[in-house]
Antibody
Framework: EVQLVESGGGLVQPGGSLRLSCAVS????????MSWVRQPPGKGLEWVAN????????NYVDSVKGRFIISRDNAKNSLYLQMNRLRVEDTAVYYC???????????WGQGTLVTVSS | DIQMTQSPSSLSASVGDRVTISCRTT??????LNWYQQKPGRAPRLLIY???TLQHGVPSRFIGTGHGTDFTLTITSLQPEDFATYYC?????????FGQGTKIDIK
């Protein structure tokens, strides 16, 4: 069974950093493109970043470029999102998701809440 | 980046109604369009990918059509469990984007 479990969320002050983790089971994360998607409280979904199977190609939405870094650890079968210089507007539930072979995200974690506030 | 316009933002409907949601992109994305359902407090659920292919386990009352810049999700006969928020997503190119969402509530 495919499972994705996020962790690492919490309360952080503006300008601070946080690293989210996504532990994967039921498949090998390095065999798939993987994404992070976020959802501010009461608002819609926003795609944040993805990493291709090659581990080299990484893509980011403009609002996080230069601040967030997506990475993975093949030995731990885990995906990460390093978030630096956090802003109030980064407050959201962050989901990790496996990308489908033909598009979309068929598998999602339960999400982890990041709150950026002083 | 490719922008999405999803409409309507909300609608009220009754069980058994036929419902249509539209999604338009600022440039052609061929068939790289996906549809999701999300219920409060839950992760999104992929319904349709590649514009018209039903994800495994999704009921056949969900139909996706379109190509290029104009896409539609149709629910042919709304069921009680279909009251939720629906999102389109384009997966063409390196940066993906979601539509703003359409909330379906009970009339």
């Amino acid at each position: 069974e495919v499972q994705l479990v996020e962790s690492g969320g919490g309360l952080v002050q503006p300008g601070g950093s946080l690293r989210l983790s996504c532990a994967v089971s039921g498949f090998t994360s390095s065999s798939y493109s993987m994404s992070w998607v976020r959802q501010p409280p009461g608002k819609g979904l926003e795609w944040v970043a993805n990493m291709k199977q090659d581990g080299i190609e990484k893509n980011y939405v403009d609002s996080v470029k230069g601040r967030f870094i997506i990475s993975r650890d093949n030995a731990k079968n885990s995906l990460y999102l390093q978030m630096n210089r956090l802003r109030v507007e980064d407050t959201a539930v962050y989901y990790c998701a496996r990308d489908g072979l033909y598009g979309g995200n068929p598998h999602w974690g339960q999400g982890t809440l990041v709150t950026v506030s002083s | 980046d490719i922008q999405m316009t999803q409409s309507p933002s909300s609608l009220s409907a009754s069980v058994g109604d036929r419902v249509t949601i539209s999604c338009r992109t600022t440039q052609s994305i061929s068939s790289f369009l996906n549809w999701y359902q999300q219920k409060p407090g839950r992760a999104p659920r992929l319904l349709i990918y590649s514009a018209s292919t039903l994800q495994h386990g999704v009921p056949s009352r969900f139909i996706g059509t379109g190509h290029g810049t104009d896409f539609t999700l149709t629910i042919t006969s709304l069921q009680p469990e279909d009251f939720a928020t629906y999102y389109c997503q384009q997966s063409s190119g390196p940066v993906w984007t979601f539509g703003q969402g359409t909330k379906i509530d009970i009339k």
